[in-house]
């Protein structure tokens, strides 16, 4: 998808230029007439970037030609990109591309549109929206903003077609209180860049107004399409380019708003999927306090409309993976290490650890949002009437699930390698000794918090025992097993102390199961 000005001085005087070959898109002949405008919309929305790369109409959507307009015309012909709608259960969209492997041209694409993924955006915007949001209070949302959802999928898609990739740091670039800022949502969105994984704003709060709940394009699509679409002129190779590409990189590599994360990132809470704001704390506490009002109304805003459970069911189990999502942010920052890709001409290091302050602090709001029992997820009207059994379990998977992410090989070497360059920083014996105190601080536990207790216990056990740690660094060699060995016999005093300060029978059972099995793991013969 090469594109040359039609008219070369007046581009290089930087007159805005229609391309000799604009890039263009035809809807698939099966689509739904109601979907057409928001396709088209999102497919020439990108014309804005790329007037800033020098031309204009540049990307065009049309309505797939008539036999008599085109009789060679074929979704299935590689001289036709084209917009596919797929009549499928499928919640999901995607942007694949035919390149010329010699020099990396763009050749053709097609963008793949699966129907059910309206399903998404409507599941989505109500849960992470509702509590601010009262248009999204419904299982029938209205179609304008369905229509501006699927605009900015198929705009995302259409990047992908493009060469660009996910760009996961763009949601980073603004400050989580600006997400409650009315005029600017309106005017940038919820991230950087369309490329990133940010698709609602869960931060604005019941009461904030003007506020734009939907992602749009940012500058970084902005910055990308000059980068990678602008012809350089007195430039006849890719090597006589580079001079010109670096300089623009170095004129913007300290504005977050230009910044790239990678998507593979599992350590960086700069560059995390679904998350937006530049602090996972700050963002996942407001997403809490909304999923909390969204919860207590999820009957009324379903059942009660539908005369059946079948919504609350799968509203339900998706809300339980909204609620991971924001955890999963604050676990990152845990043993987190801040990727800033550099060249070796730029001032700093490419890898920085999260700071002492911010790691306890997201280990403090882990004890305090999901390892002490989530009550208001455990809400009678809703499980009562969605499954006969497992509401214990459900809460006890949850806890375990990011326990053994808090607790992975991978995080605790980081934390291991970090605290062995600074003698400041944030430590495993820290983290162990705050779960000991978070987790064990009732000495009359309920059942919630006996099933995290074995699970803690359980993990901890692993982390000792296993013969072939999947791990970045030689796990038995490492401190590793000697802080859990540590910890296990710090649990084990726990346990004989609070056994013999509780007349409870289940109680004082779980006790002493949880000294066997450390027993048991410590001497086992």
Do not use: C
Request: no cysteine; net charge negative.
């Amino acid at each position: 998808m090469e594109l040359e000005p039609k008219d070369p001085e007046a581009y290089a005087r930087g007159e805005l230029v229609e391309p000799v070959k604009p890039i263009v898109y035809y809807l698939d002949p099966g689509t739904p007439e109601s979907l057409k405008k928001y396709i088209k919309q999102g497919i020439e929305d990108w014309q804005k970037p790329f007037e800033t790369a020098g031309f204009k109409n540049a990307i065009i959507a049309k309505e797939a030609p008539s036999i008599e307009e085109d009789p060679e015309f074929s979704p299935e012909d590689i001289r036709y990109s084209v917009v596919r709608y797929v009549a499928s259960t499928t919640r999901n969209a995607v942007g694949p591309s035919v390149s010329d492997p010699r020099s990396g041209e763009i050749i053709e694409s097609d963008i793949i549109w699966y129907h059910n993924h309206l399903r998404s955006y409507r599941n989505r915007y109500l849960l992470e929206t509702g509590a601010a949001n009262p248009s999204a209070r419904t299982l029938d949302t209205p179609a304008e903003e369905i229509g501006e959802m699927m605009r900015q999928v198929i705009a995302h898609e259409v990047g992908h077609a493009l060469g660009f990739p996910h760009n996961m740091a763009a949601s980073y670039a603004y400050d989580v209180e600006s997400y409650r800022d009315g005029d600017f949502t309106q005017a940038n969105g919820i991230a950087a860049s369309l490329m990133d994984y940010a698709r609602y704003n869960y931060i604005a709060q019941p009461g904030d107004k003007n506020i734009r709940f939907v992602r749009q394009m940012g500058p970084y699509d902005h910055y990308a399409v000059n980068w990678g679409y602008r012809v350089i002129p007195n430039s006849n190779t890719p090597e006589d380019e580079k001079e010109v590409l670096n300089q623009w990189i170095l004129e913007k590599a300290n504005d977050p708003k230009y910044k790239f994360g990678r998507q593979s990132s599992r350590f960086d809470p700069q560059s995390q999927t679904e998350a937006i704001g530049n602090n996972p704390v700050k963002a996942s506490s407001y997403g809490v306090e909304n999923l909390k009002i969204v919860a207590k109304n999820l009957p009324q805003w379903t059942s009660n409309d539908t005369n059946n459970y079948d919504d609350l069911d799968e509203l339900y189990r998706e809300l339980l993976g909204v609620f991971s999502r924001y955890v999963g942010h604050v676990v990152t920052n845990v043993g987190g290490v801040y990727e800033n890709l550099k060249t070796p001409s730029q001032d700093g290091t490419v890898y920085e650890p999260v700071d002492s302050k911010t790691q306890e602090q997201s280990v403090q709001w882990l004890i305090k949002n999901v390892f002490e029992t989530p009550e208001w997820l455990v809400r009678p009207e809703i499980l009562k009437n969605i499954n006969e059994s497992g509401y214990t379990d459900r809460v006890r998977s949850l806890q375990s699930r990011y326990l053994s992410s808090l607790l992975s090989y991978d995080r605790l070497g980081r934390m291991i390698d970090t605290k062995a360059m600074d003698d400041s920083a944030y430590s495993v014996v820290e983290l162990m000794q705050d779960l000991n105190n978070g987790m064990f601080k009732n000495i009359q536990p309920d059942v919630y918090e006996r099933n995290l207790q074995k699970a803690y216990v359980d993990r901890l056990i692993e982390l000792m025992t296993n013969e072939k740690p999947r791990a970045s660094f030689n796990v038995t060699q490492s401190d590793v097993p000697s802080i859990v060995r540590g910890q296990l016999n710090e649990i084990k005093k726990i346990a004989r102390r609070n056994n013999a300060r509780t007349s409870n029978k289940v109680v004082s059972f779980h006790y002493e199961d949880l000294i066997a099995r450390i027993e048991r793991t410590l001497d086992p013969k």
